[in-house]
């Protein structure tokens, strides 16, 4: 691949609803451009960016993928993003470094979730982007159609089509040109003249397309009102303007299978998608804001976006480049840890190949290997003081307890585990000692379900899967006292202890103390820790349910010892029974972890969510609308919503989304709490008779 200067280059994430042909598109951009020659099929697998076994297998895109083409002296980066609601942290992670985005809308369907969610971003990251009808050939396909659909959807946006498909449907011929009045038929796109019966329809849409233009710039708005007719190239001046500047949305039509309406595609790649240097990076330098302008003579820095690791190559990270210049053999930092790194190996990538490069220039994306506790988010820069804050990635909302098959896949487990949170910052591993469970935290089941069959495949570690159990926590709810006496003659020496013991309910549920108000040496203070030691042995295993217990003050305020046989043992045992005891006589109740919960949703959706709410033991807190959305938000128990993830998408035909934020601990109603206490009975005398 030719060497292109930072001003030559376009950085482009592709979004859209999954199987509207984002992949395909690719595809066809690369035969288009000669990167390839035969174009691969999503459904055979063979595809430059569903190069991943998984991928391959399910038939979706999982990871982003980075695609560069060339094409007018430029050097085009696709970045195909998954369109699966599952996989939203590589959309964050390709906005993050992409200067515009290609939203692509099947003909038939319109604007569907995916199309909803991708601009929601686009809306939060504020970047330009361009619309493609793809799928014009199909069978109800209707471009006027889609034009008002996303009108109707996104009100806030100005949608300006650029052309108008050729033909009907199933027999798309090509596209005509709003802007240079010729039409182009075919994958060659050859130029003919407009059809006479277009013409009437093609100059009544064009007038929109020209004021549009107009308005977007004083200069050209004042020429327009003053009769004077605008040159192709002032229209296509004040279209760009309007499109970086978000406030024109171009629309391209056409098929990526039978490459109609490509290459108009291309050539709106170029001129409306922002230079890298067009919008600064916004960086710290220690306390100091400073912006990264993409700049090729500053100091070189650059940012990971996404990390892959390989059972052949390595660990690969994927790095665009924000001030300066790369050099195979350069000595940056890697500003979180401190830590200097060589770039030994400087890659250029397309999809799963690499190959050596020399330089990688400011604005450009590329691949550096086998670079060890480097992952996604990093800074690697000059300057050690140097951070780019990385996006904001969601926090999981989907889990399954994970074991070890075999006691081989318990040795690697753990390294395994952290790998995958590597190379996905939606990833998270909890230990939680409440349930001694190890939970893999995702998205939703199809994000975790990659992730453990990733375990297997990339790091040979089989797992056992289970549902997750409720961090239940036990406390009490009054005052009580107890006395114990642990007294064991053996052969040899004894042991005695004797320990009269207080408990009370603090307020703070996550919160313990241990006091003394033993008078005249009944018990010496010597063996005062190790009854604190017993007690503590008991809130680590729970007293009712084998939860954790929370919340209590514990007094001791009488007691006896032997002069021979007490020692430390005997009150730890004595300490861990009267507490054991105590909190039996004060009124024990299990405190569940209650989240709030917000769920955005198409407004005709809101009164099934908030019954549905109901149904969870669920409190609304609040209501709000966000354009035509509404957003609820509520304090659900989490034993509610374990499997929530599932059911809303099934609830909304997956058109709602939501976040879970940990509010607090309550008490769970009495007839819940019997039968979870039945449940840990039940499960206590199987492992005695096991």
Known sequence: MAKYRTDQIRNVAILGHGSSGKTSLTEALLFKTGAINRMGRVEDGST???????????????????????????????????????????????????????????????????????????????????????????????????????????????????????????????????????????????????????????????????????????????????????????????????????????IYCGTATTAIGLDRLLQALGRYVPVPSAHPMPAKRG?????????????????????????????????????????????????????????????????????????LVAGDIGVLTKLEHVITGDTLAKEPSLVVPEPAYPQPLYAVAVSPAT?????????????????????????????????????????????????????????????????????????????????????????????????????????????SEVFGGAISNVFLPSIEKGIRQVMEQGVVAGFPVVGIKAIVFDGKEHPVDSKDIAFQTAGREVFKLAVQQAAPVLLEPIYLVEVTVPEEYMGDIMGDFNTRRGRVQGMEQKGNRSVIKALVPFAEILNYSTELRSMTQGRGFYSIFFDHYDPVPAHLAESVIAQFKREEADAQHA
């Not at 995916?114 to 209707?142: C, H, Q, S």
């Not at 890697?334 to 999809?351: A, F, W, Y």
């Not at 379900?449 to 040979?460: M, N, P, Q, T």
């Open 287 to 359: 306390d100091e804001e400073v912006s990264l302008a993409s700049d090729p003579d500053g100091e070189p820095a650059a940012v990971v976006f996404k990390t892959i690791i390989d059972r052949f190559v390595g660990r690969m990270n994927y790095v665009r480049v924000f001030s300066g210049s790369l050099h195979k053999d350069e000595q940056l930092t890697n500003t979180r840890t401190g830590e200097h790194l060589k770039l030994g190996n400087l890659m250029s990538v397309r999809g799963k190949d690499l190959s050596p490069i020399s330089e």
């Open 407 to 515: 006691q081989a896949d318990s040795a690697k487990l753990g390294s395994s585990l952290h790998a995958l949170t590597d190379e996905d910052r939606t990833i998270r591993i909890e230990n939680v000692m409440a349930t001694k469970q190890t939970l893999l935290q995702g998205m939703g089941d199809t994000h975790v379900d990659v992730a453990i069959r990733h375990l297997e495949s990339k790091y040979g570690v089989k797992v056992e899967t289970a549902p997750p159990k409720v961090p239940y926590q036990e406390t009490i709810s009054r005052t009580a006292s107890a006395q114990y006496r642990h007294k064991k003659q053996t052969g040899g020496a004894g042991q005695f202890a004797e320990v009269h013991m207080r408990v009370e309910p603090l307020p703070d549920a996550g919160s313990f103390e241990y006091t």
């Open 48 to 250: 430059v960016s569903d190069w991943d076994h998984e991928e391959q297998r399910r038939q979706i895109s999982i990871n982003l993928s980075v695609v560069p083409i060339e094409v007018d002296n430029l050097k085009v980066n696709l970045i195909d993003v998954p369109g699966y609601q599952d996989f939203v942290g590589e959309v964050r992670s390709a906005l993050h470094v992409a200067e515009a985005a290609l939203v692509v809308v099947d003909a038939v369907a319109g604007v569907e979730v995916g199309t909803e969610l991708a601009w929601g971003y686009l809306d939060e990251y504020k970047k330009p982007r361009i619309v493609f009808v793809n799928k014009m050939d199909r069978e109800n396909a209707n471009f006027q159609h889609v034009v008002d659909n996303l009108s109707a959807a996104f009100p806030n946006s100005t949608f300006i089509p650029m052309q108008l498909p050729l033909g009907a449907a199933e027999s798309l011929e090509g596209v005509v040109s709003l802007i240079s009045m010729k039409a182009y038929i075919g994958k060659e796109e050859k130029e003919v003249p407009i059809p006479d019966n277009m013409l009437d329809e093609v100059e009544a849409v064009r007038i929109a397309t020209i004021e549009a233009a107009a308005e977007a710039d004083d200069e050209l708005i004042l020429k327009y009102l003053e009769g004077e007719e605008l040159t192709t190239e002032e229209v296509r001046a004040g279209l760009r303007k309007g499109v970086l500047d978000g406030s024109i949305v171009p």
